[in-house]
């Protein structure tokens, strides 16, 4: 199974997200594991066409995903998974 962790900054929006185990084999099945586990989410992960909201890196082991559409990068079995909403501001 993969770990998925999160930023504080998307933890303020949901206080109970925690590290979270997923088996998904795809990143869109693990993002629809964690929709189930935390209803909402994927709102502020995802835009209305399912592709990955410009203000959210997700992290394959360290690298940054580079397919923000369709979400098809691989990851092993034992991938860690980090999903980041950046912060703007002055």
Not at 12 to 27: E, I, N, S, V, W
Not at 40 to 60: A, S, W
């Amino acid at each position: 199974m993969v770990i998925v962790k999160f930023t504080y900054a998307l933890k303020r929006f949901f206080p109970k997200l925690t590290d979270t185990t997923a088996a998904g084999k795809t990143l869109r099945a693990v993002l629809d594991e964690l929709e189930a586990h935390y209803p909402g989410v994927t709102r502020y992960v995802l835009d209305d066409q399912g592709r990955l909201r410009q203000h959210v890196n997700i992290f394959i082991d360290g690298s940054m995903i580079k397919d923000r559409t369709t979400l098809t990068d691989p990851f092993r079995e034992n991938s860690e998974i980090y999903i980041m909403q950046a912060l703007s501001g002055g």
